[in-house]
């Protein structure tokens, strides 16, 4: 799933899509790694799952990311996803 992440953000949450890249926004800053831990904290949040269902793949240091869900199918990703943005 790829994520585009925005640290120090006022507002926290999903911020939407664009072109199959989820937007979420986070307070912490991209420090140690402190904006990547919220940004998977409210992917897990978000998807209803555990956080360690969630994992980076790719993008540790970028606000470009990638990550896995675990036992979660894509579909479920999908429709666990749009309607949080629709409610949002």
Do not use: C, H, Y
Request: charged share 25%; glycine share 6%.
């Amino acid at each position: 799933m790829p994520v585009k992440a925005q640290p120090r953000a006022r507002r926290i949450g999903l911020a939407g899509q664009l072109a199959g890249v989820l937007k979420v926004q986070v307070a912490q800053a991209s420090e140690d790694g402190k904006a990547t831990d919220a940004v998977l904290k409210l992917l897990a949040e978000v998807l209803n799952v555990k956080r360690p269902q969630v994992k980076l793949l790719s993008g540790a240091s970028s606000r470009q990311k990638r990550f896995l869900v675990t036992d979660l199918s894509l579909a479920d990703v999908s429709t666990r996803l749009r309607l949080k943005l629709e409610t949002a």
